[in-house]
Nanobody, 124 residues
Framework: QVQLVESGGGLVQAGGSLRLSCAAS??????YGWFRQAPGKEREFVAG???????RHADSVKGRFTISRDNAKNLVYLQMNSLKPEDTAVYYC????????????????????WGQGTQVTVSS
């Protein structure tokens, strides 16, 4: 059974930090992505990492968020620093098994496995 389970969300004050984790099981994944969805908005790409460790971050989080992966533990992390109220959203982990070169997918359509999401709330 393919599973992606997120953890680490919560309530934090603006300027604070959180680290999200995503535990993957059931199949070998190549690329992972973090997406987020705020109330009334589309789900948007936050960060991604492919099988070779190449990363990609949305402009809105560059310099504040960092995606990383631990292949031995089948874990993916999203370190979030300098959080802002506009970062408030449900954060989703996504994955696929397609091996790209240096490409890191950012489109939702390129990911076929999704977690249930974890809420991140940043107070001002």
């Amino acid at each position: 059974q393919v599973q992606l389970v997120e953890s680490g969300g919560g309530l934090v004050q603006a300027g604070g930090s959180l680290r999200l984790s995503c535990a993957a099981s059931g199949r070998a994944f190549s690329s992972y992505g973090w997406f987020r969805q705020a109330p009334g908005k589309e789900r948007e790409f936050v960060a991604g990492v492919n099988w070779s460790g190449n990363t990609r971050h949305a402009d809105s989080v560059k310099g504040r968020f960092t995606i990383s992966r631990d292949n031995a533990k089948n874990l993916v992390y999203l370190q979030m620093n300098s959080l802002k109220p506009e970062d408030t959203a449900v954060y989703y982990c996504a994955a696929n098994s397609i091996v790209y070169g240096s490409f890191v997918p950012a489109s939702r359509d390129l990911y076929d496995s999704w977690g249930q999401g974890t809420q991140v709330t940043v107070s001002s």
